[in-house]
């Protein structure tokens, strides 16, 4: 029993220690993906959104307060500047997302391509890996078409999420079909993300491995995997960098109230989810590869047999 324990912690045992066999590259890279996250928060939350938020929020309440047949209500209604707030609200809205998926994208692609490395036995400086990649010694289309497949199926999925009602139980006490919908779509959103996960680093290990070939692999590895393991690849991709959101949350509430703690709080925030982030891809990646171990090690002994 407890060389099966052994067993199904081997791979996030591996993806914990891969840091210490090349720290000049994954010390680096964690305090910049931390820097950035930082920057973002403080760019995008302190200084624009947060504000612009505020202001829109004062201006409805004051609306909302003022009798509906007064001056001051039709002059509160005929204000540009809260308009104009909240347009430019919403620019920094989508702005916002565009930055953080090309965030992510970087983020994922020097991530994998460091644990992938490091793996291989290779030990690449940050300054080597980004040498490597900018002259295209490492290939990035497979990798990149990927990622785009996961992110296009993740915009899907929560989609058909936000038309899926919430949970509901029936008078009985049992969950309704809605209910029941809702419940499947939760499960299989935690087995896709480990399936994003490994697919993508699939395509970076194998780049001729990509987009929904590469999907389809990382499904039958995650499938034929043991279960135990699988599920402990879940736990790690989907929930474990929720962990740090309680930081985020907490520094919304001391924004108004002490700016130098809400600021410290959202850098431990950023350092925190990034970690956890670089966890997640790393323990992905040590996956992949004991998966594919074990699938060629199945199919050698079908042979034999």
């Given amino acids: 029993m407890a060389a099966k324990t052994t067993s199904c912690f081997t791979f996030l045992k591996e993806a914990l220690l891969l840091p210490t066999l090349n720290p000049k590259l994954f010390t680096p890279l964690l305090l910049l993906f931390a820097t950035a996250a930082f920057l973002d928060h403080v760019v995008n939350f302190v200084f624009l959104q947060q504000p612009l938020a505020d202001a829109v929020a004062n201006h409805v309440a004051a609306a909302n307060s003022a009798d509906s047949s007064s001056a001051e209500h039709a002059s509160l209604m005929e204000m540009e500047r809260p308009k104009q707030d909240g347009v430019r609200l919403i620019l920094i809205a989508v702005s916002e997302v565009v930055v953080a998926l090309a965030v992510s994208f970087v983020r994922r692609i020097l991530a994998l391509f460091a644990a992938s490395t490091t793996y291989?036995?290779?030990r690449h400086s940050l300054a080597e890996l980004l040498r490597e990649l900018v002259k295209g010694?490492?290939?990035?289309t497979g990798p990149s078409i990927t990622i785009a497949v996961v992110d296009a199926l993740d915009f899907a999925s929560a989609v058909l999420a936000a038309l899926i009602p919430a949970p509901a139980l029936t008078v009985t006490g049992v969950?309704?079909?809605q209910g029941l919908a809702y419940l499947i779509a939760l499960l299989a959103s935690l087995y896709f993300t480990a399936v994003a996960l490994v697919g993508v680093a699939a395509s970076v290990v194998d780049g001729r491995c990509r987009g929904v070939r590469a999907?389809?692999?990382?499904?039958?590895?995650v499938t034929l995997a043991r279960g135990k393991e699988g599920l402990l690849l879940v736990l790690v991709a989907h929930l474990v960098p929720t962990v740090?959101?309680?930081?985020?949350?907490?520094?919304?509430?001391y924004a108004k109230t002490s700016m130098a703690v809400c600021l410290c709080l959202l850098a431990a925030h950023a350092f925190l989810s990034c970690a956890l982030q670089l966890l997640s891809l790393m323990a992905a990646t040590v996956y992949y590869h004991h998966a594919m171990r074990r699938s060629k090690e199945v199919i050698h002994a079908l042979r034999l047999s």
């Avoid at 740090?244 to 509430?253: F, M, N």
Wanted: glycine content about 8%; overall charge positive.
């Fill in 120 to 122: 291989s036995g290779h």
């Fill in 137 to 140: 010694e490492i290939g990035l």
């Fill in 175 to 177: 969950l309704s079909v």
């Fill in 215 to 221: 999907l389809r692999r990382a499904r039958r590895l």
């Fill in 244 to 253: 740090a959101a309680p930081l985020y949350r907490a520094a919304l509430v």
